[in-house]
Nanobody, 121 residues
Framework: QAQLVESGGGSVQAGGSLRLSCAAS??????MGWFRQAPGKEREGVAQ???????NYADSVKGRFSISKDNAKNILYLQMNSLKPEESAVYYCAATWTAYCRDDVSFFGFWGQGTQVTVSS
């Protein structure tokens, strides 16, 4: 059974940066991604990375966020720069066994518990 554990969330001022990490155990070689959910809103995709390290980003984060993974350590990262207050949310790491990715919550079978990101103005 795959387990995903996020870390790195916290509070930051607008324009600041954070790096989220997701440590995976019992899981290797599939599509992984980051999603976020703000209060009262649906969970939305932020970025995904496939086994060939092809990446996909939500339009709202392109040029500011970067997804990457350390295959040796089995850790997924999300570097977030120039953060905006409206990006305050719980950020979730997700994974699936398939090699390719879809920006679709229902596509992912494994989820972390989430880490809170708060961006103040």
């Amino acid at each position: 059974q795959a387990q995903l554990v996020e870390s790195g969330g916290g509070s930051v001022q607008a324009g600041g940066s954070l790096r989220l990490s997701c440590a995976a155990s019992g899981y290797q070689n599939g599509c992984m991604g980051w999603f976020r959910q703000a209060p009262g809103k649906e969970r939305e995709g932020v970025a995904q990375i496939d086994i060939a390290e092809g990446t996909n980003y939500a339009d709202s984060v392109k040029g500011r966020f970067s997804i990457s993974k350390d295959n040796a350590k089995n850790i997924l990262y999300l570097q977030m720069n120039s953060l905006k207050p409206e990006e305050s949310a719980v950020y979730y790491c997700a994974a699936t066994w398939t090699a390719y990715c879809r920006d679709d919550v229902s596509f992912f079978g494994f989820w972390g518990q989430g880490t809170q990101v708060t961006v103040s103005s």
